[in-house]
């Protein structure tokens, strides 16, 4: 299995409507990805998150579909509007 991790800092004058747009379509690859076993993704609570104010983890069943992510159209959409809006931070590992 891989899990990824994410974790967004929204540059500035990016909307609340923009904001929930992105937990949103995030939240609908679940089922639209194969090989995407679990999706969580929410607005950061920890007082320690230096600045990063969303955050999600996502399961794949292998690493193939892990790649296969990367480059899905579905996923591929969801990058073309919200990198413009993001400076990301990703972390993926096996488990």
Do not use: C
């Not at 991790?5 to 937990?23: C, D, H, N, Y």
């Amino acid at each position: 299995m891989i899990v990824h991790t994410f974790l967004f800092r929204w540059k500035p004058g990016v909307s609340e409507a923009q904001k929930q747009r992105a937990i949103h379509e995030i939240q609908a690859l679940q089922g639209q990805i194969p090989g995407l076993l679990e999706t969580l993704v929410g607005a950061n609570i920890s007082p320690r998150s230096q600045g990063y104010e969303l955050g999600g983890v996502m399961k794949f069943s292998s690493h193939a579909a892990y790649e296969a992510y990367n480059d899905h159209p579905v996923h591929q959409r969801l990058l073309s509007w919200l990198i413009p809006l993001i400076n990301p931070v990703e972390v993926d590992f096996e488990a």
